[in-house]
Nanobody, 124 residues
Framework: VQLQASGGGSVQAGGSLRLSCEAP????????MGWIRQAPGKERESVAA????????FYADSVKGRFTISRDNVRNTVSLQMNSLKPEDTAVYYC??????????????????WGQGTLVTVSS
């Protein structure tokens, strides 16, 4: 599965950004996709995930109520709408995929396929 991420950029605190990730090689309705971020000097952190089938969404506590993950099964895309951004959201954001469904927000090491990172910078 090849993943192609887009979006990101610079925004002031309180602003919004939208990230998108395409999975053009996806042919199965199984599996899941997620967004993982890595802030400068910190370890990678899973922030949101969604199964390709089913409606359950998964979020890290640090982004609950501010970030929304969604999917488009026709276009094979997953998006991350980020609102009320904070300086601590500054990070490189990666989309990732796995071929099995998830029942909780999986840690970064449990994702199989990765897209290129996109930088999100939030200034105070």
């Amino acid at each position: 599965v090849q993943l192609q991420a887009s979006g990101g950029g610079s925004v002031q605190a309180g602003g919004s950004l939208r990230l998108s990730c395409e999975a053009p090689g996806r042919t199965s309705s199984n599996g899941a996709m997620g967004w993982i971020r890595q802030a400068p000097g910190k370890e990678r952190e899973s922030v949101a995930a969604i199964n390709w089938s089913g409606g359950r969404l998964f979020y890290a506590d640090s982004v609950k109520g501010r970030f929304t993950i969604s999917r488009d099964n026709v276009r094979n895309t997953v998006s991350l709408q980020m609102n009320s951004l904070k300086p601590e959201d500054t990070a490189v954001y990666y989309c990732a995929a796995r071929i099995s469904r998830i029942v909780l927000l999986m840690p970064p090491e449990d994702w199989t396929y990765w897209g290129q990172g996109t930088l999100v910078t939030v200034s105070s």
